[in-house]
């Protein structure tokens, strides 16, 4: 009777166990880091560090150009990193192929370069990473996660960043401009139209309920979009004229620029030194709500590591405290404010949500960055929502120059992955 009682309890142990590990597989995967010492972490084309991660393969798993992963670690003593890779599906839940299906090298291997940091306050190891290395091959298209952990200790993920790989398999025409349908406002939102079709001598069908296609918008993750079908024409498929494909527009990215410490750059109210901290005050930010709009180039989101006055940014730049304020007579009651963009990783979690501090009536938030250059917004999430807006803080402008990334993908029934047949990046129209 005790061995049956065993026996049942290792059972549903077991059951427990693969239903933990299939709740965790069937979560969304998303850049984060793991450790609050990890900072300024990029992936992007090699010597494009604002450029959206793709990789583009042909039908030999030819990579058109690598990509450079790029971090720092805020310790002077270089730790024994590895990196491996993680194929999704399209909606970022993990799919369950094999290694050898996807990748054709080892899915295992060290980060092979690191510097420490050179007459900085605050010490830090710089550490680089080029992907795939030059034997490594890519045989599968769609979406990848790349997470970075301690050789000694194989669960200890201390980042991850999300890429793609993108086959040339599909013909795309998009725009995004003024919305021209029943739905959005023409003064205050985009309409994103897409249409697409199996290239010429390509196996891909043309048939609509193989295909996914998603939009976002800079590089939020909060508000993409699944374009419903809206059937055929002379192109091929259509994905036009469905509430979906309205966006808000936003306002023009927020900017500051700290690559110079010993004077005061755009948006910089001023510089201080306490011990080995340096702290930045920038201007107050203002609700735009109810401004004008007026143009100018920002990054959409974008940050850059850059220094004035040395020489190599990667580990002569040091860390600041930016202090972020937004005056407000009262908080708002009804959700919560966040500063997106690159320097959060897009992410709307604590990490970036700014705090109503009732002694300046103002919110505020306190980060630590790089030098450099950086952008962003001011999103308001309502209590219960998953998908902030911009016209609480930021207000609606149609002319705003947003980018917009355009991913297809393509599933046959019996097939165990979403392959990423095409991917796009437009910029809105002005007019």
């Known amino acids: ?41 990029y992936l992007a084309p090699l010597g494009n560090e604002l450029a959206t991660p793709i990789i583009r393969i042909d039908n030999y798993g030819n990579v058109s150009s690598p990509l450079l992963l790029r971090f720092d670690i805020l310790d002077p003593q270089p730790q024994h990193l590895r990196y491996r890779f993680r194929h999704c599906n399209a909606d970022w839940t993990a799919d369950d192929l094999d290694v050898s299906e996807f990748f054709t090298t080892s899915n295992d291997a060290p980060i092979g370069g690191y510097q420490s940091s050179f007459t900085t306050l605050i010490e830090y190891t710089n550490y680089y990473q080029q992907l795939p290395e030059q034997y490594g091959q890519f045989l599968a298209s769609g979406n990848y996660i790349l997470e970075v952990y301690h050789a000694d200790h ?16 599909v ?18 939102d985009q309409e994103v139209s897409v249409e697409i079709s199996p290239k010429k001598g390509s196996s891909l069908p043309l048939q609509a309920d193989y ?73 107050p930010d203002e609700d735009r709500s109810r401004k004008p709009y ?28 930016v202090i972020f304020s937004l005056p407000m007579q009262q908080p708002m009651l009804d959700g919560n404010v966040y500063i997106a963009g690159d320097l959060t990783q897009w992410n709307l979690n604590d990490s970036c949500r700014m705090d109503w501090n009732p002694k300046y009536r103002a919110y505020t938030k306190r980060m630590l960055l790089k030098q450099g ?59």
């Open 1 to 41: 009777m005790k061995l049956i009682h065993l026996h049942i309890q290792k059972i549903l142990a077991t059951a427990l166990l693969l239903l933990t590990f299939s709740a965790i597989n069937a979560q969304p995967l998303t850049d984060s880091t793991w450790s609050s010492n990890v900072k300024s972490v």
């Open 154 to 169: 194989q669960d200890s993920i201390i980042l991850s960043r999300r890429f793609y790989v993108t086959e040339d398999a």
């Open 171 to 188: 013909d795309m025409n998009a725009m995004a401009g003024k919305p021209s349908g029943p739905y959005g406002n023409i003064y205050q």
């Open 211 to 283: 295909y996914h296609v998603v939009v976002q918008q800079n590089g939020r993750n909060d508000s993409k979009r699944v374009l419903p079908f809206n059937g055929y024409n002379s192109f091929g498929m259509d994905y036009s004229m469905h509430k979906e494909n309205v966006f808000p527009a936003g306002n023009h990215f927020r900017y500051f620029d700290l690559s110079n410490l010993r004077a005061t750059m755009y948006h910089v109210q001023r510089i201080e030194q306490i011990g080995t901290d340096i702290l930045a005050f920038l201007q």
């Open 294 to 321: 007026s143009q100018y180039n920002s990054l959409n989101g974008g940050m850059k590591t850059n220094i004035r006055d040395r020489n190599n940014p990667h580990i002569e730049a040091d860390y600041v405290w």
């Open 373 to 431: 250059y950086y952008s962003y917004q001011l999103l308001f999430l309502p209590a219960g929502e998953k998908e902030a807006v911009t016209s609480r803080l930021e207000g609606d402008h149609f002319a705003m120059p947003n980018s917009y990334s355009i991913f297809v993908y393509f599933r046959m029934p019996g097939s165990r992955y979403d392959r990423l047949v095409s991917l796009s990046q437009i910029q809105a129209a002005s007019n």
